[in-house]
């Protein structure tokens, strides 16, 4: 059984994890939160106390100073803990550099939410999980590492729900269209959700899906579609390039996969703004005065931290998959999804709902590979798993999945 946990970063998403890892500690054990600002990891401490999050009060909870790009450090933090299990909750810069600490040091599990990126690099070739991450899977398995690629919720749970369609509801998939609606609103006047710098560089490369066999490229905010969501209603999303869609094509070749995420037309003005003025770009320029900076690093250090929207944050989400195909030789089509409310995530953890649903998924990741059911000891994308003990553990932690099909709208274990 691995016991042990150790967080790296300190953000929004970071500071659900260790609320949730408290609120297991007697699985887990001690937790560790790793940040370059200690100061960020003693306020989520601090966050904790408060709450009463520590199901088990004795329990070890500790904050540390890290450069999460320095693998040597993390490999002797992650010795020095004795964590058997690292949530990896920093910039998708650092991936590799904390998933090269966890090979280095053996039998230890290793998760993020997002793929690894290259600062110097926009859109990468697909499958992106290639370029990367995929290079490393025989090491893993050499060094009895569990690696979970991308196991927040998009990528992540939609990974799970496109896999419980396979296994329940779909006996042959052609498409899955998942579906990302945000319908809160956080009274600023412009804000991003998450992290602004992974946020824009989202946004600014090629569009990728796959479709027909072949990955298929547009621009942002080329095709739009507008879909009518349980609990949150109609609502306007663009095809946008993500992760999931890059390991999901590996297991559905035949079916066309698609992401999608809602924008308001405020947002969309103030991107296209942004971008056409070279503000959105990750390569240096030099002020007159001879200063160097990076014009992407600049904009989000004017924006709010996404992390202080939460207090004003109303309103909720919608994330889920539509999987289309045949049943028992008869067309069929079933939304998986979660809905998720702001000011609910606030009230338990104090954070926003986005965070929230980033932030649950790899502590109950973590639960199962401390009981023993998901440490696999190799690397691993989240469909590559049964998804029915991680859905279920899901639904205790504030995160349950409904299914709405022919049948109705009810619990996906129903």
Known sequence: MKRNVLIIGAGGVAHVAAHKCAQHNDVLGDIHIASRKIAKCEAIIASVHDKGSLKDPAGRLQAHTIDAMDSAAVAELIRRTGAKIVI????????????????????????????????????????????????????????????????????????????????????EIRSIDIIDINAGSHGHWFATNFDPEVNFREFTGTVLSWQKGRWQENRMFEVGHTWDLPVVGPHKAYLTGHDELHSLAQRYPQADLRFWMGFGEHYINVFTVLNKLGLLSEQPVTTAEGLEVVPLKVVKAVLPDPASLAPSYTGKTCIGDLVKGTKNGQETEVFIYNVADHAEAYAEVGSQGISYTAGVPPVAAALLIARGAWDTRHMVNVEELDPAPFLTLMDGMGLPTRVRDALGDRPWNQ
């Open 88 to 171: 990896n909750l920093g910039s998708a810069f650092v991936n590799m550099s904390v998933l090269e600490a966890c090979i280095t040091v053996g039998d230890v599990a290793y998760m993020d939410t997002a793929i690894h990126e290259d600062p110097l690099k926009v859109c990468e070739p697909a499958p992106w999980y290639a370029n990367h991450e995929w290079k490393r899977r025989e090491r893993c398995a050499e060094a009895g590492v569990t690696a979970i690629l991308g196991v927040g919720f998009d990528p992540g749970v939609v990974n799970a729900y496109a896999r419980l369609a396979e296994d329940r509801f779909v006996d």
